[in-house]
């Protein structure tokens, strides 16, 4: 299973009232994490669009929520696909804290492969499945 780590600093702007990262933040630093590790991999998303006529969407999505993170925490947000279909991919995804590796939230997240031009679902580009495919 091939993995990728993120380092994201906790911002101001990323936390609630109550000084803890409001919970939808987390769903954002998974997106980071997922777009990041496809452009480690070699593929830039605005590219697939122009040169695949491919968009990846979120289809589904479980989130566990653990502990909280608060303001200046740095997190790692890991993503690893564990699984592919022709049409989607789904990824497993965790945010720990760095200084103590305290499991913060985890998911999964299923990706479906779309045509950009009819959101229609369309194969995976082989040259992704190449570079990630999982063992």
Do not use: W
């Amino acid at each position: 299973m091939m993995n990728f780590s993120l380092a994201v600093r906790v911002y101001y702007e990323d936390t609630d009232s109550g000084g803890v990262v409001y919970y939808a933040n987390y769903l954002k630093f998974m997106e980071r994490a997922r777009t990041e590790f496809l452009r480690h991999l070699g593929f830039e998303q605005d590219q697939l669009i122009e040169k695949e006529n491919t968009i990846f969407a979120v289809a589904s999505i479980t989130v566990d929520y653990h502990k909280p993170a608060r303001f200046n925490d740095l997190l790692e947000v890991s993503a690893s696909i564990i699984e592919f279909k022709k049409a989607s991919m789904v990824f497993e995804q965790k945010i720990v804290r760095t200084d103590d590796q305290l499991l913060l939230c985890s998911g999964t997240v299923r990706i479906a492969s779309l045509k950009a031009d009819s959101f229609r679902p369309v194969a995976i580009p082989e040259k992704i499945r190449e570079v990630a495919s999982v063992d």
